[in-house]
């Protein structure tokens, strides 16, 4: 008797318990990842290269668009150019930078799919690195990053381990003479 109370009782409990974690993990807080390639370089390729006026222009524009937007985490790669993009942001946020080698996006997408919840983080890469970081964390294929464009702005939501919506916009960058692309 004891046991066939038992059963029925879980047959009831089971499904009530299903429903309450499956809401528990659709409540659960979305992690958000803003992707932007690096600010307009001086010259060369070479990682000790680092952004040009235009650039340092952007960067600031930059720091002002994400000044409110909840980032607590940066990461850039070892290149000058990621790492001077970052700065004014990081400066006024009082973050310091991760620096992760641009060659290790699985490293990368793990600290980003295991990093807190709230808040978002700011990643600052490459042409092509960006897109194969948005592939790995589950938004698709992007358009390719051309060589002379830097004002592309991805807003990832992390919505499970192998789903993403992505969110492309486009921000603008300094001209001679002032604000334009």
Same mark, same amino acid.
């Given at each position: ?6 059963? $029925? ?5 089971? @499904? ?20 932007? +390639?690096?600010?307009? $370089? ?13 650039? +340092? ?15 607590? +985490? ?22 310091? @930078?991760?620096?992760? @080698? ?8 793990? $600290?980003? +799919?295991?990093?807190? @919840? ?33 004002? $592309? ?29």
């Amino acid at each position: 008797m004891m046991p066939n109370f038992l059963v $029925r009782v879980g047959r009831l409990v089971l @499904p009530v318990l299903m429903v309450v974690w499956s809401s528990a993990t659709a409540a659960a807080p979305a992690r958000t990842v803003i992707l932007v +390639r690096h600010a307009e $370089r001086a010259g060369g390729m070479s990682a000790d290269v680092g952004i040009s006026e235009a650039g +340092r222009c952007r960067a600031e524009l930059l720091a002002k668009m994400l000044a409110d937007a909840g980032v607590n +985490r940066i990461y850039t790669s070892e290149a000058a150019r990621t790492q001077q993009t970052a700065e004014p942001l990081a400066k006024k946020l009082k973050i310091l @930078p991760e620096i992760v @080698p641009s060659k290790d996006i699985d490293g990368l997408v793990s $600290r980003l +799919r295991t990093g807190a @919840p709230d808040g978002a983080a700011l990643v600052i890469g490459h042409s092509n690195t960006l897109p194969e970081i948005i592939r790995q964390m589950g938004g698709g294929s992007v358009t390719p990053i051309g060589d002379g464009e830097y004002d $592309r702005l991805f807003i990832v939501s992390l919505i499970d381990q192998n789903q993403a919506t992505v969110i492309t916009l486009h921000y603008a960058g300094c001209a001679p003479g002032g604000l334009g692309r």
